[in-house]
Each structure stands twice: as C-alpha cells, then as structure tokens.
C-alpha cells in the first residue's frame, strides 16, 4: 500500500526508516545512501563504491547553530531525554553503513519523541538523524554529508541549477573543490553526489559525463 508523504512533515522520517528497513532485509547491502531525484552522482560508480565501502564512517551532517531555522526549532517538551544542547541539524540526504542503519531502524526512543514533538514547521527530517547520531554514535560519523549543495541564496530552498549553469569547468570544481577528511586523511574528494539540478540539464550533464566522470578522477 502507497503512503504519501509530505515535505518537512514527520511522515518523512517515517518513510526514510521503511526505506532503510527493506534494504536491510537483503544481508548483502552493506552501505545506504538516500538522494532526491534532483541529485547527480559526481564520480563513476567504482570510484564511488570504493569510497562508501572502504569508509570507517558513516555521512550525516549535524551542527548546532542559534538561529530561528535551527535552535529556534527545539521543543522543550523533549526535555530531559534531549535539551536544547544536544539538538541538532543538517541534511536529509545521508549515507550510513549497516550497522547504524539498524540501529536507526530499531529506534523506538527518540524517534516517537520527534513523533510527538517536531511536527508542521519543525522539519523533522532536518533534525531527527542529526540529534540522533550525534547523542548516540558520533565516533561512528563523520559529520558532514557527500552530497553538495549550494545555500548561498536565501530562501527555504537551495539553489536549483538549470541547463546554462551546467559547464564541466562548474562540475570538475564540485568534484575536487573542497577539503576534507577521509579515514583519518585530507581528501579533496568530499562530495560523490551534487543537487538540486533540474530536469532540462539532463542532456548536458549526459553530453559532459565521459569528459568529467571518467576520465579524470
């Protein structure tokens, strides 16, 4: 049976646990990774592979920040099982290993808080995996998300990238463009995935593909 579900409701975290939960039924996954469908993959699949099989950790971004999008979004009502220090935000868009997988999954304390407690304009979906991880298994995370996105423009929206924005000098820049640490080394690949590009892009993201993806990792 189909389930809707909508942006920033609760009903998200609901979904994204089902999804998790079907995966681990097949024994042999052993990396998750949810994308929206305005996502691009950055990098060929084995090198993209490599990285999430050889990792030591697991991806979900978690900050804390004082401001009305963030702290402004706690409810006190959580308190004591999780205080105002201990909220966190950050992506929707995670990628974790099986064994945090389950423990997501298995979850049946603080998810029926944020059940109870982040709802409508809390955009739990920001918030539950962030606070989640970060109180319970941090060693186990990096702390920062491989899909990039771009936030320099306000609004409750990232940036959407359209056909004459796509260029290869743009891409080769999302692939080596940052700095960042993988197992314990710096890495200037920090990002496999990119969004939110739109659906007329597609033909010159194809064109650009073998002159990006595959010939220069």
Excluded at 27 to 50: G, H
């Amino acid at each position: 049976m189909m389930q809707q579900v909508r942006w920033g409701h609760v009903n998200m975290i609901e979904a994204e646990r089902r999804l998790l939960a079907n995966a681990l039924m097949d024994f042999s996954n052993q990396r998750f990774v949810l994308l929206s469908e305005a996502c691009i993959p950055l990098f060929n699949f084995s090198t993209i592979y490599a990285y999430l099989m050889n990792s030591t950790q697991s991806y979900i971004e978690a900050y804390d920040k004082d401001s009305p999008v963030a702290r402004g979004r706690y409810n006190e009502k959580m308190s004591p099982h999780i205080t105002i220090d201990q909220w966190r935000k950050g992506s929707q868009w995670f990628e974790m290993d099986r064994e945090l997988a389950l423990e997501v999954v298995s979850d049946q304390f603080y998810f029926p808080l944020f059940q109870s407690y982040c709802a409508n304009a809390c955009y739990s979906d920001e918030h539950y995996l962030p606070t989640f991880v970060t109180m319970k298994f941090t060693p186990k995370n990096s702390n920062r998300t491989l899909t990039w996105v771009d936030w320099s423009r306000p609004g409750i929206h990232p940036v959407t990238y359209l056909r004459p924005l796509v260029t290869v000098e743009f891409l080769k820049a999302l692939r080596h463009g940052s700095q960042c640490e993988y197992n314990g080394q710096s890495s200037n690949i920090c990002y496999l995935f990119a969004r939110k590009f739109s659906t007329d892009s597609l033909i010159r993201l194809l064109t650009f593909a073998p002159k990006v993806m595959y010939f220069n990792k």
